[in-house]
């Protein structure tokens, strides 16, 4: 999708933006429940209405020191739907994801491990992430920055997680990869300052991309060995799902989430069974005849 990369202009208006940013704060949502809602109009849409947005990821294995093979793609739709509440907002949100063959573009199923040369069963994606947005998180658990220069503004929010793993290496010895799960993204939004002063607006297009840094994944089957993952993200927002890049896409979603484009209709909080991890464990366990 060309739209999602960056062009030269786009670079360098990031290596300007932190000069900027400090004149452009005294006039520009300096206000934390203005700049919390600027925010949700670029990731989402303010009005309440389903939207979504399409990520793909290049995932190599980074290994003493160096980025080491691009091992597959993982390719993601986000349904979701955002609510006004006393104090912010509420993010309701499915992600299904897909992993493929960085050559060929095929749909994986099994994946050749290099590192076991031996075939592993692929474990798709397919859970629900409700979250609170809290004008009182703002600068705290919410970590977003913003800058600006000119009409283009940026958004930038870090995520860190260090807690202990859903899958322990001593009861899930081939999936476990440590006792504890690190995970480290930075989300990098782009979008139009025009639009987000427009209050007849309540989506303001955006795309941009993410660097995640984590543990391996449970599927590879990698146990403890020394090693993480980095997956470099392109994102869009986008309106509808007929003009993706890839034709099968969402077809193999519906196939195996029968509900992957639809946003979930109430809120829940996040439990240990809801979060990424939490997902590869229901399915391991089931896999293995657990409660899972």
Same mark, same amino acid.
């Given at each position: 999708? &060309?739209?999602?990369?960056?062009?030269?202009?786009? =670079?360098?208006?990031?290596? $300007?933006?932190?000069?900027?940013?400090?004149?452009?704060?005294? $006039?520009?949502?300096?206000?934390?429940?203005?700049?919390? *809602?600027?925010?949700?109009?670029?990731?989402?849409?303010?009005?309440?209405?389903?939207?979504? $947005?399409?990520?793909?990821?290049?995932?190599?294995? !980074?290994?003493?020191?160096?980025?080491?093979r691009?091992?597959?793609?993982?390719?993601?739709?986000?349904?979701?739907?955002?609510?006004?509440?006393?104090?912010?907002?509420?993010?309701?949100?499915?992600e299904?994801?897909i992993?493929?063959?960085?050559?060929?573009?095929?749909?994986?199923?099994?994946?050749?491990?290099?590192?076991? *040369?031996?075939?592993?069963?692929?474990?798709? =994606?397919?859970?629900?992430?409700?979250? @609170?947005?809290?004008?009182?998180?703002?600068?705290?658990? =919410?970590?977003?920055?913003? &800058?600006?220069?000119?009409?283009?503004?940026?958004?930038?929010?870090?995520?860190?997680?260090?807690?202990?793993?859903?899958?322990?290496?001593a009861?899930?010895?081939?999936?476990?990869? /440590?006792?504890?799960?690190? =995970?480290?993204?930075?989300?990098?939004y782009?979008?139009?300052?025009a639009?987000? *002063? $427009?209050?007849?607006?309540?989506? /303001?297009?955006?795309?941009?991309?993410?660097?995640?840094?984590?543990?391996?994944?449970?599927?590879?089957?990698?146990?403890?060995?020394?090693?993480?993952?980095?997956?470099?993200?392109r994102?869009?927002?986008?309106?509808?799902?007929?003009?993706?890049?890839?034709?099968? !896409?969402?077809?193999?979603?519906?196939?195996?989430?029968?509900?992957?484009? @639809?946003?979930?209709?109430?809120?829940?909080?996040?439990?240990?069974?809801?979060?990424?991890?939490?997902?590869? @464990?229901?399915?391991?366990d089931r896999?293995?005849?657990?409660?899972?």
């Amino acid at each position: 999708m &060309s739209n999602l990369t960056p062009t030269r202009r786009d =670079l360098a208006d990031m290596l $300007n933006f932190a000069g900027s940013a400090a004149a452009a704060e005294s $006039n520009f949502l300096a206000d934390p429940a203005a700049r919390l *809602e600027a925010f949700v109009k670029t990731e989402g849409d303010t009005s309440g209405r389903e939207h979504y $947005n399409y990520t793909y990821a290049k995932c190599f294995t !980074f290994i003493d020191g160096r980025s080491d093979r691009h091992v597959f793609d993982r390719e993601l739709l986000m349904a979701r739907r955002y609510l006004k509440i006393d104090g912010g907002w509420i993010r309701l949100h499915r992600e299904s994801a897909i992993y493929r063959d960085p050559d060929s573009g095929a749909i994986l199923t099994t994946w050749r491990n290099p590192f076991l *040369e031996r075939d592993v069963e692929v474990i798709d =994606l397919g859970r629900e992430f409700n979250r @609170k947005y809290l004008v009182a998180d703002m600068g705290r658990s =919410l970590n977003i920055q913003m &800058s600006v220069s000119g009409d283009d503004v940026y958004f930038r929010r870090q995520f860190l997680v260090s807690r202990r793993a859903e899958l322990q290496p001593a009861e899930y010895p081939l999936h476990g990869s /440590a006792t504890t799960y690190d =995970l480290s993204e930075n989300h990098d939004y782009f979008t139009s300052r025009a639009a987000l *002063e $427009n209050p007849k607006v309540t989506s /303001a297009p955006s795309r941009g991309s993410t660097v995640s840094i984590s543990n391996w994944l449970p599927w590879m089957e990698m146990g403890t060995a020394p090693g993480l993952m980095i997956h470099h993200i392109r994102f869009a927002k986008i309106d509808g799902l007929t003009d993706l890049p890839n034709p099968d !896409f969402v077809p193999a979603l519906v196939a195996r989430y029968p509900n992957a484009v @639809k946003a979930p209709a109430t809120f829940a909080e996040e439990d240990a069974n809801s979060t990424g991890m939490g997902w590869y @464990k229901q399915i391991i366990d089931r896999k293995r005849g657990g409660p899972g």
